[in-house]
């Protein structure tokens, strides 16, 4: 029995080639970070190489106007609820007594609580309205990643969407860009193990290629291809092998 796992071992190992990579560490995803309002900048909580979750918020606009306009709003919506549940109260009496009142009475009733119906649902909308003004005049980060640089200071005018603010790239996750022989370019397959190692570190580590590019680079003749990693720095770069399945 360990003679034929051995021999079946052997011949899995001669189908199997070991094909050589070197790559570049990239960050998954790159952003420039600005918002969709202008305004004046009211605070600032992050700093270059500050690292953040996402939904962190990173910056604040001056929004006191807004601020105040949504206290009004939900001040507005108490209201209107009152009165929509007197309207439904006074409603509901007369239905009882329907038979026995005239049809106008009712009518006008009736009519009084579907205004109070429109009216909460105009109040409701109002608070979601300065809501969504408060929202765009915070920033926030849209991935688990890293402030790379800063263009912005507490006081300065922030001028909208074409206004850069941060440059940020996902972290811990990135991804190692490979580069090989073009003359493999058919035997590379997606989920082909790549072992590798970073920069001048002797550990080794493992992943999975999850991308193959399907052109050839003109000026090298090599094929790409990239392997999903954690906690490299964006920059480094490494070599390795990738283990062919046939």
């Known amino acids: 029995m360990k003679l034929v796992f051995l021999i079946l071992f052997s011949l899995l190992a001669l189908k199997a080639e070991e094909i050589y990579a070197s790559f570049d560490v990239l960050a998954q995803n790159q952003s420039k970070l600005s918002l969709q309002s202008a305004g004046i900048v009211k605070a600032i909580y992050v700093n270059v190489n500050d690292k953040v979750k996402k939904d962190q918020v990173l910056l604040k606009l001056e929004d006191s106007s807004e601020q105040i306009a949504l206290k009004l709003a939900q001040n507005e919506y108490k209201l209107a609820t009152l009165a929509l549940e007197h309207a439904k109260s006074s409603l509901e009496k007369f239905k009882k007594v329907q ?135 964006p920059g480094s770069f490494g070599e390795g092998k990738i283990i062919t399945k046939d």
């Open 99 to 233: 038979e026995v009142i005239d049809k106008q009475s009712y009518e006008n009733v009736l009519f009084e609580f579907q205004k109070a119906q429109s009216l909460q649902q105009k109040a409701f909308l109002n608070i979601q309205h300065y809501k969504d003004l408060i929202d765009k005049k915070t920033l926030k980060a849209p991935y688990d990643g890293i402030i790379s640089n800063k263009y912005i200071d507490i006081g300065d005018g922030a001028r909208g969407i074409s206004h850069v603010l941060f440059d940020f790239f996902s972290y811990p996750k990135v991804k190692l860009l490979l580069s090989f022989d073009e003359k493999f370019k058919d035997k590379v397959k997606i989920d082909d193990i790549f072992i590798y190692k970073i920069d001048s570190n002797e550990k080794e580590y493992q992943g999975k290629i999850t991308l193959i590019y399907p052109s050839i680079d003109i000026k090298t003749r090599k094929i790409y291809a990239e392997v999903e990693a954690l906690n490299f720095t």
